[in-house]
């Protein structure tokens, strides 16, 4: 559970409430992401990541009602190009199959890419 302080947090605000972690959870969540902290480091991310909570509180509060979601700001739109066989002269070929490390004949041998 997130425990919750009153401080004054930003120039013309009083008594704003911001979330904070307590250690234990900073712990619990180095943990579950396989990281060796010091207890520096606990504190400086146990600040961050409040700070972190605290700007999503404030986010949580903007009134969004008629405000259509959105995945991406810029509008994206697949580039498609047509298939071209380039060939190469038959001299570049065969330098190409001489120098490739394993072959059988004219084909070349190259790992599996779906097994």
């Known amino acids: 559970m997130l425990e919750r302080e009153r ?25 579950l992401a396989r990281l060796d902290l010091t207890d520096g480091e606990k504190d400086s991310l146990r600040d961050q990541l409040s700070s972190i909570l605290d700007y999503v509180s404030q986010l949580r509060e903007i009134d969004t009602e008629g405000v259509e979601p959105l995945s991406y700001v810029a509008t994206l739109e697949n580039v498609w190009a047509d298939d071209e066989i380039k060939g190469c002269s038959a001299a570049e070929r065969n330098v190409i199959i001489e120098n490739f490390p394993d072959k059988e004949g004219d084909l070349l041998k ?3 890419v779906f097994s």
């Open 7 to 31: 401080v004054p947090r930003y120039a013309g605000t009083v008594n704003q409430e911001i979330m904070s972690l307590t250690s234990e959870q900073v712990e619990h969540i180095a943990k």
């Open 110 to 112: 190259v790992k599996a």
